[in-house]
């Protein structure tokens, strides 16, 4: 059976994916790929790939995604099939660019958890009953990865490639999928991809915000259930 190689999001790491990996790693095997240790995404993505099966299923969320279309582009006959959860192909914003430096900055002086409580993960969730469970694992995941870390992923994020063209030329299953009330990658970037993949399904979860894997994980296991199954 295919692995399932999973990239998570920005200053994430596996247990972004923790109802995903309990879910499918009594079927296959299922492999958590960081992306912490270079400042472009595409030497990111070529770090995943040396360490990759020959071939596998490929997921990313946020800029997991991002790397994940990248690994795309570098060796599309590697990838049997594509999730692309709450991401966005576009390359960064001047507004967003200019959002950067200060954030960079601030970290370096020692203030990740600051920057994390009150800039970050503010924008990650949708109101729920688990949102300030959630919230405080996405501040211990941070926490654990380091400030060096959320440098290089910032760095990498603000230089990233357009990948419009990556998604047309891909020929395998994707899956779409982003939560209803995304505010970091609103749906209408995930309509963008799903219209640039040849063989897309778009998915959206009712009531997640940017990390339904987390918020509503049992919607987010059946459809890439039936992803990792179409024929």
Not at 68 to 85: K, N
Not at 213 to 224: A, G, M, V, W, Y
């Amino acid at each position: 059976m295919t692995p399932l190689l999973m990239i998570p999001g920005m200053m994430c790491d596996a247990r972004l994916f923790g109802p995903q990996t309990t879910a499918f790693s009594a079927q296959r095997t299922v492999i958590h790929a960081p992306i912490g240790a270079y400042d472009t995404v595409q030497a990111l993505a070529a770090e995943v790939l040396r360490h990759a099966p020959q071939r596998f299923a490929l997921a990313g969320l946020s800029m997991g995604g991002i790397v994940a279309m990248e690994v795309v582009r570098q060796a599309p006959d590697r990838v049997d099939r594509l999730a692309l959860l709450d991401t966005n192909p576009l390359a960064e914003t001047d507004a967003v660019k200019a959002r950067r430096a200060p954030q960079i900055a601030d970290v370096e002086a020692g203030h990740l958890m600051r920057v994390m409580r009150d800039q970050m993960i503010p924008n990650y969730l949708a109101d729920g009953p688990c949102r300030r469970e959630i919230e405080t694992l996405c501040e211990t995941m941070a926490m654990t990865l380091g400030p060096e870390v959320f440098v290089r992923q910032s760095r990498a994020l603000r230089s990233r490639p357009d990948q419009q063209d990556t998604l047309r030329g891909f020929g395998g299953h994707a899956l779409v999928l982003c939560g209803q009330h995304d505010a970091l990658c609103p749906v209408e970037r995930h309509r963008l991809m799903a219209d640039l993949l040849p063989r897309s399904t778009l998915r959206i979860i009712e009531g997640a915000g940017h990390l339904p894997t987390l918020e509503h994980p049992q919607d987010t296991c059946r459809h890439i259930a039936r992803w990792l199954e179409a024929e």
